[in-house]
């Protein structure tokens, strides 16, 4: 047999209990081509298994549907002036309760600090769960409360980015609520900046560290 053939079969003789000896075929089995799961699409062809922008946009939509169904209820009920907005802002349902022809918008609805506010925005995202069976990240305003505060809470961000900047040391602002946090992190994070939230509620607040 030639150097070729034992390549794809080898002898080997292996001795028995009496002495004797037999053979033993080992055959080589060239390997094969693991099978893939992956199909390269074909141009032009979408792909199906992820889901589209629109369809994405659609869920925010239903979302604010909800929460607008809600939120009307919930102002006939306690005999309240205002109308609904619903918009998406970014990857989530925006809805706002504004002033309407009838009257303005109660600003207990907001309270102090903003705490009712959150409390509804809460409740809101409850009920949007509920109906949908999909846990909600909605954003809940009322009489441009979080419009106004976004503004001042920006203010405050890059007076405290500035001396961190020029001392090239943290900076520990007052506490703030989530929304209020997110704000201050994304004005962070645009000034090349590293920024981390300590403490539990209600004194939770955001720490703003050198680059």
């Excluded at 992820?50 to 929460?67: D, I, N, Y």
């Excluded at 309760?97 to 102090?112: A, F, T």
């Amino acid at each position: 047999m030639t150097e070729q053939d034992t390549s794809a079969v080898d002898q080997d003789r292996s001795s028995t209990g009496d002495g004797s000896t037999q053979d033993v075929s080992i055959v080589q089995v060239e390997p094969q081509e693991p099978a893939h799961d992956v199909t390269t699409p074909v141009a032009g062809q979408a792909k199906v298994d992820e889901p589209s922008l629109t369809t994405a946009t659609s869920l925010l939509e239903r979302e604010g549907e909800v929460a607008a169904d809600f939120l009307e209820q919930l102002l006939d009920i306690a005999d309240m002036d205002g109308d609904i907005d619903v918009d998406v802002d970014g990857d989530r349902a925006a809805v706002a309760i504004v002033d309407s022809e009838e009257g303005r918008v109660s600003r207990r609805l907001v309270g102090s600090d903003g705490k009712v506010l959150e409390a509804l925005q809460e409740l809101t995202r409850l009920a949007v769960q509920a109906s949908t069976g999909e846990r909600s990240r909605l954003m809940l305003d009322v009489a441009g409360y979080r419009a106004e505060r976004r503004a001042a809470v920006v203010t405050i961000a890059q007076a405290a980015i500035a001396v961190v900047k020029s001392t090239d040391e943290k900076v520990a602002m007052d506490p703030m609520t989530a929304f209020e946090r997110k704000v201050v992190h994304d004005e962070v994070l645009a000034a090349g900046l590293v920024s981390e939230s300590e403490g539990v509620e209600p004194q939770r607040h955001v720490v703003i560290l050198p680059a």
